[in-house]
T-cell receptor
Framework: SQQGEEDPQALSIQEGENATMNCSYK?????LQWYRQNSGRGLVHLIL?????REKHSGRLRVTLDTSKKSSSLLITASRAADTASYFC????????????FGAGTQVVVTP | NAGVTQTPKFQVLKTGQSMTLQCAQD?????MSWYRQDPGMGLRLIHY???????DQGEVPNGYNVSRSTTEDFPLRLLSAAPSQTSVYFC???????????FGSGTRLTVV
């Protein structure tokens, strides 16, 4: 079974709006990562947040982590059409270095 | 160009045939992993490695073998192809557990 689960499964917004997606996971983690995948292509790493961090920013991306609730959120501010993609969270399970497991993803469509 | 190189990009196999998917990286990354991605699903971990000579099983290892004789290469062998192995396969590498992964562009495999 997959470690992470994203919510919602799909999200449709207009350019300029913010997009928020959530990730829940099951076990303790070393870190949590977010990736983007454009249709049919390889994944691109967006941001990594360690288990002892609560919030991290990178450009228009903001990631939060709540280890007590085993959940994370990814916020994309001022969305652009180029942000249209699938977004995946992935967790590096505590005690299992290198074992990075992915959720099923959130499909985001940003319309002009 | 630095990165993760996967070959071939496309492959059609007959049931029962064997083949090796190649993965090479030139970034001196210790961590390497193989994933499969099926329609509407996230990535599922097949096998992973935290260094030359060290491999371990992921979520869906059955029907696949790996070896890691060098830091650069991490081939994935399908022993006896089955239609259920029709999928897109991604290889990824990372410097260590503190960094995100770099993904290859994928191999689209069809087993008939």
């Amino acid at each position: 079974s997959q470690q992470g689960e994203e919510d919602p499964q799909a999200l449709s917004i207009q350019e300029g709006e913010n997009a928020t997606m959530n990730c829940s996971y099951k076990t303790s983690i070393n870190n949590l990562q977010w990736y983007r995948q454009n249709s049919g292509r390889g994944l691109v790493h967006l941001i990594l947040i360690r288990s002892n961090e609560r919030e991290k920013h990178s450009g228009r991306l903001r990631v939060t982590l709540d280890t007590s609730k085993k959940s994370s959120s990814l916020l994309i501010t001022a969305s652009r059409a180029a942000d249209t993609a699938s977004y995946f969270c992935a967790t590096d399970e505590g005690g299992s270095w290198g074992k990075l497991q992915f959720g099923a993803g959130t499909q985001v469509v940003v319309t002009p | 160009n630095a990165g993760v190189t996967q070959t071939p990009k496309f492959q059609v196999l007959k049931t029962g045939q064997s083949m090796t998917l190649q993965c090479a990286q030139d970034m001196n990354h210790e961590y390497m992993s193989w994933y499969r991605q099926d329609p509407g699903m996230g990535l599922r971990l097949i096998h992973y490695s935290v260094g030359a000579g060290i491999t371990d099983q992921g979520e869906v290892p059955n029907g696949y073998n790996v070896s890691r004789s060098t830091t650069e290469d991490f081939p994935l062998r399908l022993l006896s192809a089955a239609p259920s192995q029709t999928s897109v396969y991604f290889c990824a590498s990372s410097q260590d557990a503190s960094y995100g992964y770099t993904f290859g562009s994928g191999t689209r495999l069809t087993v008939v």
